[in-house]
DNA sequence: CGCCCGGTTGGACGACGCGTCCAAGCCTAC
DNA sequence: GTAGGCTTGGACGCGTCGTCCAACCGGGCG
């Protein structure tokens, strides 16, 4: 269990990740330290271990992201125009925490055995989809589909779509991706019935 | 550079790593030794490191995808129905090899940094749909999408929700998971219209 | 047969990073 | 001024990686 971290100290780390290198066993503590201006014998006051470093960072970075969705989405909307919300509000986070979002995904491994980062994952990914896509398949604004699998669908494809951006273009334009990926999942891939 | 593995080796590493942790840094060479009957001088005779051991399976595991996938398509068939053979022949194998799918997402931050292996998830996922998708655009049997945005976006879809079956089930059935992903994608979500 | 040579193996070893510990310093509140 | 909490440097034990070597094995060849 770690000691609750001061705010400078978490701003400080926070702003330190883009420095790290992505795998994070080829991370060291002394770089940590180095990077961010903690010293070892610090970070060790506030966390007992590396991982749990890694999982503070991630959890911060859900945290911040769930609450972007949240106040992205206006609750007056149509359920097709919040659900674009949501997924611009979750690219333009990958956009402004690049760092922090592919050592999510470059560390799954370590992730995935942490149940609050799965947990972080589904309110900041998963769940905010699912939500809109019951309710756009039961108001009829959406076709119905299995919520469960689309919002799986989308959150793998938005994931990798971004990285993918990020790693090739260095960078990431939220409107633009998003403008790419909607009408996909929107229209699908069926050619037009010619009249 | 590892020296070329005898097969009987390369055998007893690929059926072995079901045993081992998701996490590569948390499998101690001895563990590799142990589970493959294989002791560690002779790893460290043909590999040079533990990480070009988790190559060595990852790159294995692609290649024979690659094959499955070229060998699913029916050249003659209807660009829907071979991009519906691609996706299941993926679906299948990650059903058929789930410890060596998701030691690969679970360690892509050790993964991006190899060259060959980026390369290997190219020709096993994304080109032979970004292929199709851009054929079935050309003569009308696709509706005409940018396909390396949606050859990614399926390639996401795919994995995230395949291993999502496996973690959550414990199993993968190609047919019931392409048969919830491939209509989504083919249709949308755009609700029908009324007649 | 005796030799060579490539593969195989056990065991020892150095390097290195993690996590622990302690002692000294510092600052604030009382 | 003193107590208690935070901060820090430095040293240390421990486990794992990767290296090395010597011994061994088995087949091919002169």
Do not use: C
């Amino acid at each position: 269990m770690s000691r609750s971290v001061p705010a400078p100290m978490a701003d400080k780390l926070l702003a330190t990740a883009g420095e790290l290198a992505l795998s994070w066993d080829e991370v060291r503590t002394e770089d940590i330290a180095e990077a961010s201006g903690i010293p070892r014998a610090t970070l060790y006051y506030y966390f007992s271990s590396k991982d749990e470093i890694l999982q503070f960072l991630l959890t911060r970075m859900l945290e911040r992201l769930t609450d972007a969705v949240a106040a992205a989405e206006d609750p007056d909307a149509a359920i097709p125009d919040r659900l674009a919300a949501v997924v611009r509000a979750q690219l333009a986070h990958l956009g402004e925490f690049p760092a922090t979002a592919q050592l999510l995904t470059a560390n799954l491994g370590k992730a995935g055995k942490l149940p609050d980062l799965a947990a972080g994952i589904n309110a900041a990914f998963h769940e905010p989809v699912r939500r809109l896509l019951a309710l756009g398949a039961a108001n009829g604004t959406l076709r119905p589909v299995d919520p469960e699998i689309a919002a799986t669908a989308l959150y793998g494809a938005v994931t990798v779509i971004g990285l993918r951006s990020l790693v090739i273009d260095n960078h990431l334009d939220a409107d633009e991706v998003s403008g790419q990926i909607l009408p996909l999942f929107w229209s699908g891939i069926r050619p037009d019935v010619r009249p």
